[in-house]
């Protein structure tokens, strides 16, 4: 994990974005689950960002992004996640709607947190641990 640079900065960003369906549906497995891992990673790739670790659970998604432009809003990051998976996933799991009666699988809120040089090994190692639950 190496700093990026632009014509007028040099940073080192990395966050770990935690997100959940309305209600914390259980709705993530299976080919669901798969589904969305690989469509994050994509997502992240397309817009030049590192995805380090990702864990889809059942309930919730975590990520690990590092690359993100401090000029970048965290907000901005965190809707373009959410609302091109949710299109996405309505699009190819069309069975989902009847869940999500009004439209919309994520729920308002997120979590966001911050990481240094040392403690990104430590979220990256908790993301990634199969005992989860």
Not at 25 to 49: N, P
Not at 60 to 72: A, D, K, T, V, W
Request: a positive charge; charged letters at 30%; aromatic letters at 14%.
């Amino acid at each position: 994990m190496e700093a990026k640079t632009t014509r007028n900065s040099v940073f080192h960003t990395n966050y770990h974005i935690v997100f959940c369906p309305k209600y914390r549906r259980k709705v993530f497995t299976g080919d669901i689950a798969e589904y969305l891992e690989q469509f994050f990673r994509k997502q992240v790739e397309k817009k030049g960002w590192t995805l380090v670790a990702i864990e889809v659970r059942p309930d919730h998604i975590h990520l690990f992004i590092e690359g993100i432009s401090p000029i970048i809003r965290l907000s901005d990051v965190v809707k373009y996640l959410k609302g091109t998976s949710g299109l996405s996933l309505f699009r190819v799991f069309p069975k989902l709607r009847q869940r999500f009666r009004k439209g919309r699988i994520w729920s308002r809120s997120y979590y966001v947190g911050t990481a240094g040089e040392v403690s990104s090994e430590v979220i990256k190692r908790y993301i990634e641990r199969v005992e989860h639950d």
